[in-house]
């Protein structure tokens, strides 16, 4: 399909064949139609599938068109997880609606100062950006007006349950206009979204798109196994040295192990910085800002943090921890391979972190070939099966990253004197 069978204003089109899109990805071909003929949809779709924009094209498309209603406030609400993901849509507002005339993006969310906030909701928008606390907030104060609001979108539904928001939602909901349209996405359809959406849609078409390895064919996936943290943190330091690595997203489990890899990484002579819940938020922005001007070469980061970054030039993505979920693994390593580049996501493992490893493997229908560093292998390949009590690899050392090192024998300088570059072997898989 070509973007001219959209159905999207002209206008629009010449702003997206600007931004160098080849062609309308799965989620775009069934969501814009469908969102342009006035449906409610309830969308399920992985990231770095093209989701923003399948809603943010349609509302541009709306706003083409005049108001029927006389009033200050916006005709569009996106409501987001996190404070990172909303200004990834305000800006991709900005992108596509840079030739409208009325398309306007504000961003409401936390950690950013009331009194400029205040400043921006007193002028002429039309499409607000916010995560839900301090959208209530704002709303309580009575700066806000949704009496023209005709659009409404949860981006990342599931998230915003995980994250304790469901009260939140219901009640900005319940002062919303009811002939509103609603667009609900979602990374997967689980019991308390499709709840969700019952109570908030109206006859919703159901849109799925389907997790499977050729939506990654352009990420290349490694699992390297580690002896213990020591090791860990080696191979860390070997595969940051590689050539191919222009920028890196490093995951960890915890906000203490974030800060404590970014800074042993800058003691090591990279360019690395921390992102977590924590950070205060202009702390974070500029974070991200140095990210995207490519001043920063590793950002360290937890899931609820790094959740929504769409950065061009990432072309690493490292699980120093593996992920909770299968879900948040393949929203981990979709921060890579973006806008048709290709990209890699190693993840590193120990023995004890197999069975989590075929719980991913069979969320993604891709079995994750493992890979070895030379000099720097396992001593023993764990086995997938094997109770805990015989299996013969071992687990991570406690203590987190600052921990005394151990697991495979030192190569020279240890950790602080770096890995060096080199290639990974592909290695016989654990039966």
């Known amino acids: 399909m070509e973007f001219s069978e ?4 002209e206008n629009l089109l010449g702003a997206i064949v600007e931004a160098g899109y080849p062609n309308p990805t799965d989620v775009q071909q069934k969501a814009v139609p469908a969102a342009l003929a006035g449906r409610d949809l309830m969308v399920s779709s992985q990231t770095g599938s093209g989701k923003t924009a399948a809603f943010m094209w349609p509302a541009l498309n709306r706003l083409m068109q005049e108001s029927p209603v006389k009033a200050r406030g916006p005709r569009v609400l996106v409501l987001t997880p996190t404070r990172e993901l909303a200004i990834q849509v305000t800006e991709a507002c900005r992108k596509y609606g840079k030739g409208m005339r009325y398309a306007k993006a504000v961003s409401v969310v936390g950690g950013t100062s009331y009194v400029m906030q205040n400043k921006l909701l007193a002028q002429p928008y039309e499409v607000l950006v916010a995560t839900p606390g301090r959208l209530i907030d704002q709303m309580d104060s009575g700066r806000i007006d949704f009496g023209r609001l005709e659009m409404l979108v949860l981006d990342e539904a599931d998230r915003m349950l995980d994250m304790g928001f469901i009260e939140d939602i219901e009640a900005i909901v319940e002062r919303l206009p009811q002939n509103r349209q609603t667009l609900l996405f979602s990374a997967t359809f689980e019991p308390r979204v499709c709840r969700l959406a019952e109570r908030l849609t109206r006859d919703a078409q159901r849109i ?10 352009k990420i290349e996936q490694r699992l390297l196994f580690a002896d213990g943290m020591g090791h860990k943190q080696r191979l860390l330091d070997h595969l940051l040295r590689g050539e191919d690595v222009e920028q890196a997203i490093v995951f960890t ?3 203490r192990d974030a800060d404590q890899i970014a800074e042993t990484l ?4 990279f360019l690395a910085a921390a992102l977590h819940g924590d950070m205060h938020q202009g702390e974070r922005n500029r974070t991200l800002g140095h990210l995207r001007r490519g001043a920063l070469r590793v950002l360290v980061a937890t899931d609820v943090a790094a959740r929504g970054i769409d950065v061009a030039g990432i072309s690493h993505v490292i699980n120093f921890d593996l992920p909770k979920s299968a879900e948040d693994y393949v929203h981990r390593i979709g921060r890579t391979g973006r806008a048709g580049r290709s990209g890699i996501a190693v993840s590193l493992a120990s023995g004890d972190d197999v069975r989590r490893v075929k719980t991913i493997e069979r969320f993604i229908r891709h079995v994750i070939p ?3 560093i030379p000099g720097l292998e396992p001593r023993v390949q764990p086995r997938s099966t094997a109770p805990r009590s015989a299996r013969p690899g071992g687990s991570a050392r406690p203590g987190g990253w600052g921990a005394k090192p151990g697991g495979a024998p030192r190569r020279e300088g240890g950790y602080r004197g770096g890995a060096g570059g080199g290639r990974t072997d592909r290695a016989r898989r654990p039966d």
Do not use: M, Y
């Open 266 to 269: 800058g003691e090591n002579g």
């Open 253 to 255: 489990a915890t906000k």
């Open 208 to 217: 799925e798109i389907v997790a499977t390895a050729a939506q990654h064919e």
């Open 370 to 372: 493992v890979h070895t």
């Open 6 to 9: 959209l159905g999207l204003n």
